[in-house]
């Protein structure tokens, strides 16, 4: 409880110490906060695997852009809107995806991933092609990191209570044993597709200010695979089943690429992706369980010495 | 004895056949629908011809990523860029001023050495933690290799010799390009050498007990480990030879040269039940053949919609036989 | 002469929980030897700690050396065969593959091999090409004693072979491991449940009780032991 509202703290106060583009930096950080924490809720509480939850972000970042290009909706609203029209899509991914499971569920779900970004492809008139949708209005480093993380904060504490209680239970029940879920009165089909729908909704509002941190530009190139990877690479450095790491997935795949970037040596962006690689590969060797793990860990080794 | 056996034991024999019989019946049907096709129509056969070397070429990679999952229960989601790296192994060699069969053969070399030592350096330490690790592993492994490349040839577009030259072959008013017979041949010789492989030798025979009960196979004897590794270098040997057929399909050689093959390899491997090694071919050759046609004769399919659409029919097929046309359905352990 | 298989204080453990307590067992060649015990007692760990599926403690000694630090596929190869409990056949593999599979460590030709199995299990023939998973009970214990008859082992560990088998087929498969003992000299050390088939087949047996040997002796005398009688055999 403490760490929480200590983060909650530094967070508050970051924005004053930072310039423009770091403050932008540090938006993108909750952006991936707010996707990796609903992946967490579907993988990590209800078992139920999805590497394409960037289909997600790409539908709620058209949402905001259609609705501010179109309508010119306030933004906050078109966010909420993000968050409600991908929670019935994931409603509706959910259905199938019950008769779905592990690799079967996993490779549906990129499927997913790959195809959402085509569309805008194919329906150019309304979604504007491989151009994109300009929204109507652009924000401020310092309003994206505000709102941004206002919005993480207040997600978290949603995903929170809800995992806390009646259907967090049910979520876990289920990840561990659909068999025992089931004979104990936990209604399967009920609460999959929730979880899917809840997950999505977040990743919806991810979606959201990804979009206006790229100045408010949707375009079905930044929708691909690697997004749908990233938020999963996230969720296993953050550690799956626990909140705890979030923030640590957060920051590795939203600030990483950025800063090994501006490194000496690796300066080209294909450096950059050596080093997010190997950084990858070498957290999940030393750390299988992600950020979350380690805590547990470190009580462990300190017990014994 | 056994009458003895079969009297006393009651227990339902259960039975591992795969393919169950309305399967076996829609491939046949579609099988002669295709013969009706070719025959009646020119058009229509050369593009069958052209989707089977599509397709031979969607099953190799396919055929590699069975292999690593009945052996890790993982899907190698770097597969492709493994074979992608493999090309341009190959475009280096050549450049060196080796002829392209010798670059062939000395990448396929290079491409299983390459996949023991990926196996051995970084997925053994992970194996018996989690799958999401391995994945994510292999996820890792997808961007490091596709960095790797970019570094070093960069994302320009390269040019290779076409193996198989550009010739065509007319018959009976259908023209065959020599490069899909080529591809076709070289992806028969693999699947049917590394059938004799598991099928006929003991390597093959310790590699297939490793994967299936791995437990069991090290009381007899059978070095885990080791077998997991060559299951990795084979994959990689698969994938290398998928992706020198798919290079001159594609024209170019460039960075991106997999990613979307990855994809189809994907949903074959799938359609196919991803255990079932005939699975894959079968479900790479009718991929490959299926989007051709449809893409010739169904006018809303435009190739942005290829991919959505090849989903769409997997994720159709999934609901109804959930873990693919050739997979059995496994009884959930409570 | 020296033992074919000496325990001396072994102690083995599954993540934090101990299964064995300093066990202490020797097996002659020639030899088949009963371990006996309830459920938990340790058996089946003792069959693991010495084909080296479990991590163990202490000494184990075969044919005079030390096994204590190889894995499971170099004790397999040193001559030791071990059934599991639940057989351990490749449910997916034809019959002859699985007999292929026993002689697998081998680099010469498997020809006498199938040969002499086929004396002992005919019928073996008839399915060479049925998957393993089709057959009865009854006939995958017997395919797991041909499978590890095949490895031409010096000693055979044999896990619980009367698990889920009817009474008749029990005794069936105790003739063929007492025939092959009897014929071929082959060392057996068999675990299991069954109390009263066990100390027939057996010429010394051993009884396990949390962790530990408990009581040990020639079969006979055992089989006459009071808390054995009562606890074991239902007398």
Same mark, same amino acid.
């Given at each position: ?121 194919? !329906? ?11 929204? $109507? ?64 909704? !977040? ?6 200010? %990804? ?64 080093? %997010? ?29 | ?51 089977? $070397? ?104 390269? !040019? ?150 090849? !989903? ?23 | ?235």
């Amino acid at each position: 409880m403490g760490a929480v509202a200590g983060t909650a703290v530094v967070l508050a106060l970051l924005p004053f110490a930072l310039s423009g583009y770091h403050q932008a930096l540090a938006a993108k950080a909750g952006t991936f906060f707010i996707a990796i924490l609903g992946l967490n809720i579907l993988i990590g509480y209800s078992g139920q695997i999805s590497i394409g939850h960037g289909a997600f972000m790409a539908i709620g970042g058209y949402t905001t852009a259609v609705l501010s290009r179109d309508h010119h909706t306030n933004l906050v609203l078109t966010m909420l809107a993000a968050f409600a029209i991908c929670f019935v899509c994931g409603l509706l991914v959910g259905l199938p995806a019950l008769r779905l499971s592990g690799v079967y569920l996993a490779l549906a779900t990129f499927a997913l991933a790959v195809s959402v970004p085509q569309f805008p492809l194919k !329906f150019s008139k309304y979604l504007g092609g491989s151009g994109g949708v300009q929204s $109507a209005r652009t924000v401020s480093p310092l309003w994206l990191y505000g709102v941004g993380w206002s919005a993480a904060a207040i997600l978290f504490v949603l995903a929170w209570l809800i995992l806390r209680g009646r259907t967090g239970r049910a979520f876990r029940a289920i990840r561990d044993s659909e068999v025992a879920a089931t004979s104990s009165g936990v209604e399967l089909p009920v609460y999959k597709t929730l979880a899917f729908g809840i997950s999505a909704a !977040f990743a919806g509002v991810a979606g959201s200010l %990804f979009v206006l941190g790229t100045n408010g530009f949707a375009q079905p190139s930044e929708f691909g695979v690697i997004l749908s990877l990233q938020i999963l690479i996230g969720a296993a450095v953050a550690g799956l089943g626990s909140l705890g790491g979030v923030i640590v997935g957060a920051v590795f795949v939203g600030l990483l690429p950025e800063i090994s970037s501006s490194v000496p040596l690796i300066g080209s962006s294909h450096g950059q992706d050596v080093v %997010f690689g190997l950084l990858v590969i070498l957290i999940m060797l030393l750390l299988p369980t992600g950020a979350a793990g380690l805590v547990p860990r470190l009580r462990r080794l300190r017990a014994r010495a | 004895m056994v009458e003895l056996a079969r009297r006393i034991d009651l227990r339902p024999h259960r039975t591992y056949a795969g393919v169950s019989l309305p399967v076996i019946l829609g491939l046949f049907a579609a099988c002669v629908f295709l013969a009706g096709g070719c025959l009646s129509s020119g058009i229509f056969a050369q593009q069958t011809v052209a989707g089977l $070397a599509q397709g031979a070429v969607y099953a190799s990679l396919a055929l590699a990523l069975v292999l690593i999952y009945r052996a890790t229960e993982v899907i190698n989601f770097a597969q492709g860029e493994m074979a992608m790296a493999s090309v341009y192994i190959a475009y280096q060699l050549i450049q060196w001023g080796f002829s392209y069969w010798e670059a062939f053969v000395v990448t396929l070399a290079v491409a299983f050495v390459l996949g023991v030592v990926i196996q051995v350096a970084v997925i053994r330490p992970v194996q018996h933690t989690s799958v999401i690790a391995v994945v994510i592993v292999t996820v890792g492994l997808f961007i490091l290799i596709d960095g790797l490349v970019n570094w070093k040839w960069g994302g320009a577009i390269r !040019f290779m010799p076409a193996p198989f030259g550009q010739k065509v072959y007319h018959a009976g008013g259908v023209a065959f390009a020599r490069q899909d017979l080529g591809t076709m041949a070289v992806t028969v010789v693999s699947v049917v050498l590394l059938w004799f492989l598991f099928q006929f030798t003991k390597l093959g025979l310790g590699m297939r007990a490793a994967a299936l009960r791995p437990a069991a196979a090290t009381l007899v004897g059978v070095r885990v480990e080791v077998m997991l590794a060559i299951g990795w270098g084979l994959a990689a040997v698969l994938g290398a030879v998928a992706g020198l057929m798919a290079e001159p399909a594609q024209f170019v050689l460039q960075p991106t040269l997999m990613q979307s093959v990855l994809l189809y390899a994907f949903a074959a491997a799938v359609l196919g039940g991803l255990e079932s090694p005939a699975g894959a071919v079968v479900g790479g050759l009718a991929l490959g053949v299926f989007l051709n046609l449809v893409g010739q004769y169904v006018h809303f399919i435009t190739s942005e919609l290829r991919q959505p659409f090849a !989903f769409a029919v997997l994720l159709a097929v999934l609901l109804v036989k959930p873990t693919g046309l050739f997979g059995r359905s496994r009884v959930r352990k409570v | 002469m020296a033992p074919l298989l000496e325990l001396h204080g072994v102690t083995a453990r599954y993540g934090q929980v101990h299964a064995l307590h300093g066990v202490s067992l020797t097996v002659d060649e020639g030899q088949v030897v009963a371990v006996l015990g309830a459920n938990g007692a340790g058996k089946t760990t003792t069959l693991r700690a010495v084909s080296g599926t479990v991590r163990r403690d202490g000494e184990i000694r075969f044919d005079g050396r030390p096994l204590g630090r190889h894995g499971p596929e170099t004790v397999a190869r040193l001559g030791i065969a071990h059934v599991p409990e639940g057989r351990g056949t490749f449910a997916e593999l034809t019959v002859w593959d699985n007999l292929r599979l026993g002689g697998y460590t081998r680099r010469t030709s498997l020809k006498d091999d199938f040969a002499r199995v086929l004396e002992y299990f005919p019928w073996l023939e008839e399915r060479r090409s049925q998957q393993a998973g089709t057959l009865s009970g009854g006939e995958q214990q017997m395919l797991a004693l041909a499978r590890a008859f095949m490895q031409r082992p010096r000693l055979l560990l044999l896990d619980e072979p009367s698990l889920g088998l009817a009474p008749l087929l029990v005794t069936e498969v105790f003739r063929i491991v007492k025939e092959l003992n009897e014929t071929t000299g082959l060392t057996v050390l068999v675990v299991e449940q069954n109390a009263h088939i066990a100390l027939q087949a057996a010429q010394t047996a051993y009884v396990l009780e949390v962790g530990r040997v408990a009581l040990s002796g020639p079969s006979a005398e055992l089989r006459e032991h009071e808390s054995v009688r009562r606890s074991y055999l239902g007398y």
